[in-house]
């Protein structure tokens, strides 16, 4: 009561100011103005007390900065990428990797310095120059070990439009990997292709134009020496021809590479037929061509003319190269590997070729021995041809030998 009576004291004086104005002016009694000034008081002390807001200050303290959403993004950003891909920082440390770079990289792990990591004279010498400059930069890394292999790499700083560059503590960089060793290979290939074909053709030419000008000069009127040159002549000009002929057929065969066969093959009968083809050549190498295959017809989806190629090719490399043997041994099997059904196997019981040579010779030109094959009348693209037509049939290949144990090949056909 008293509180609530001190709290309207300027209500109260002013109440009092009134009556004493009215007992002196208006004659007002002085026992009625007091019992009404008690009264007054009295109603005032039953007034409801007024709600009293209080107001406090408060110091506001600075929000922490937020990272920009982009930053949360960079890992997946990273990772999304199908190439290498690496983010450092200003030290070169790696913040981040995605898959391609822990596979290919396994080295290159977060927290690590890259510079350190692989001692590479570019990689330190672009890194400085981008995080100088702020600009890109790409070089060609080539490494022997633990396999030949050829990279570009671009090191690129990550701007952000709310930063200075220069002046960013938290500069970072993005490395990317981009393999470029199938192009070199590619080009490699096709390098030594076009070497090895001018030197195959160049070689029966210059003996060609040799033995006219010979022929067209001191041995003019020499009918011995004709009759002998000119067949030299006619067996150079079938070597240039049959390697004309390669060269034309896997030109096709490439060209075609895409488009699988529709057509039916009997296997059984295209072995028979292409045994029959070469008993001339099996006889004048006192080989024994040996058929092993069910009595039943054995189709296969594929371009007969290209498959007779195959097994024509394999057939005719037993007999040139394994007449030690004395036998050849062709077996025809159902198998089940993968979708693959049909197997055939070429074996010869030759001197075998040594394990360094076996996954090069399917390449174009390789020989194993050069003069050999010459004298053999081989191209050196026999088993190019093979392999590419038994991919553009959707099959495999396999080559197996040893020194002393001949030679076994094995095609394997949906």
Same mark, same amino acid.
């Given at each position: 009561?008293?509180?609530?009576?001190?709290?309207?004291?300027?209500?109260?004086?002013?109440?009092?100011?009134?009556?004493?104005?009215?007992?002196?002016?208006?004659?007002?009694?002085?026992?009625?103005?007091?019992?009404?000034?008690?009264?007054?008081?009295?109603?005032?002390?039953?007034?409801?007390?007024?709600?009293?807001?209080?107001?406090?200050?408060?110091?506001?303290?600075?929000?922490?900065?937020?990272?920009?959403?982009?930053?949360?993004?960079?890992?997946?950003?990273?990772?999304?990428?199908?190439?290498?891909?690496?983010?450092?920082?200003?030290?070169?440390?790696?913040?981040?990797?995605?898959?391609?770079?822990?596979?290919?990289?396994?080295?290159?792990?977060?927290?690590?310095? %890259?510079?350190?990591?692989?001692?590479?004279?570019?990689?330190?010498?672009?890194?400085?120059?981008?995080?100088?400059?702020?600009?890109?930069?790409?070089?060609?890394?080539?490494?022997?070990?633990?396999?030949?292999?050829?990279?570009?790499?671009?090191?690129?700083?990550?701007?952000?439009?709310?930063?200075?560059?220069?002046?960013?503590?938290?500069?970072? /960089?993005?490395?990317?990997?981009?393999?470029?060793?199938?192009?070199?290979?590619?080009?490699? %290939?096709?390098?030594?292709?076009?070497?090895?074909?001018?030197?195959?053709?160049?070689?029966?030419?210059?003996?060609?134009?040799?033995?006219?000008?010979?022929?067209?000069?001191?041995?003019?009127?020499?009918?011995?020496?004709?009759?002998?040159? /000119?067949?030299?002549?006619?067996?150079?000009?079938?070597?240039?021809?049959?390697?004309?002929?390669?060269?034309?057929?896997?030109?096709?065969?490439?060209?075609?590479?895409?488009?699988?066969?529709?057509?039916?093959?009997?296997?059984?009968? /295209?072995?028979?037929?292409?045994?029959?083809?070469?008993?001339?050549?099996?006889?004048?190498?006192?080989?024994?061509?040996?058929?092993?295959?069910?009595?039943?017809?054995?189709?296969?989806?594929?371009?007969?003319?290209?498959?007779?190629?195959?097994?024509?090719?394999?057939?005719?490399?037993?007999?040139?190269?394994?007449?030690?043997?004395?036998?050849?041994?062709?077996?025809?099997?159902?198998?089940?590997?993968?979708?693959?059904?049909?197997?055939?196997?070429?074996?010869?019981?030759?001197?075998?070729?040594?394990?360094?040579?076996?996954?090069?010779?399917?390449?174009?030109?390789?020989?194993?021995?050069?003069?050999?094959?010459?004298?053999?009348?081989?191209?050196? /693209?026999?088993?190019?041809?093979?392999?590419?037509?038994?991919?553009?049939?959707?099959?495999?290949?396999?080559?197996?030998?040893?020194?002393?144990?001949?030679?076994?090949?094995?095609?394997?056909?949906?």
């Amino acid at each position: 009561m008293l509180s609530r009576l001190a709290g309207q004291a300027p209500l109260l004086l002013g109440l009092a100011g009134l009556i004493a104005g009215f007992v002196a002016i208006g004659g007002l009694r002085i026992d009625v103005a007091l019992l009404g000034y008690l009264v007054l008081v009295g109603f005032v002390a039953l007034l409801p007390q007024p709600v009293v807001t209080l107001t406090r200050t408060v110091e506001v303290q600075p929000v922490a900065s937020v990272a920009p959403a982009g930053d949360d993004m960079l890992p997946a950003f990273v990772e999304a990428l199908g190439d290498p891909c690496l983010v450092l920082d200003s030290r070169a440390e790696v913040l981040h990797r995605n898959g391609a770079a822990a596979r290919q990289y396994p080295s290159l792990q977060p927290g690590r310095v %890259l510079t350190l990591v692989m001692r590479n004279p570019d990689m330190v010498a672009s890194i400085e120059a981008s995080l100088r400059t702020g600009e890109a930069r790409s070089f060609e890394l080539h490494e022997t070990l633990p396999s030949e292999t050829w990279d570009r790499i671009v090191v690129a700083p990550l701007r952000r439009p709310d930063r200075d560059w220069f002046a960013d503590e938290n500069r970072q /960089l993005l490395v990317t990997f981009q393999s470029l060793t199938e192009l070199k290979r590619v080009d490699a %290939l096709r390098t030594d292709f076009i070497a090895n074909a001018s030197h195959e053709l160049r070689t029966p030419l210059a003996s060609l134009v040799g033995f006219i000008d010979t022929l067209l000069g001191p041995a003019a009127r020499d009918a011995e020496a004709r009759e002998k040159f /000119l067949g030299i002549m006619r067996t150079q000009a079938d070597r240039m021809s049959r390697l004309i002929d390669d060269l034309l057929s896997l030109s096709r065969i490439e060209m075609h590479q895409h488009v699988r066969p529709t057509g039916s093959v009997d296997l059984s009968a /295209l072995l028979r037929e292409v045994r029959e083809g070469l008993q001339t050549q099996a006889k004048a190498a006192d080989i024994q061509v040996v058929l092993t295959m069910p009595q039943a017809p054995v189709t296969v989806t594929g371009d007969r003319g290209q498959l007779y190629e195959v097994f024509e090719n394999l057939i005719d490399n037993a007999i040139k190269y394994g007449a030690d043997g004395k036998s050849v041994e062709v077996t025809l099997v159902q198998v089940d590997r993968s979708g693959l059904r049909h197997m055939v196997s070429v074996v010869d019981h030759g001197p075998g070729v040594e394990p360094e040579h076996v996954p090069r010779m399917t390449e174009r030109f390789y020989r194993i021995d050069a003069e050999v094959s010459r004298k053999k009348k081989g191209t050196g /693209l026999g088993l190019a041809i093979v392999k590419h037509i038994i991919q553009r049939h959707r099959g495999q290949m396999s080559i197996k030998s040893k020194p002393g144990e001949g030679l076994r090949v094995e095609v394997l056909l949906p």
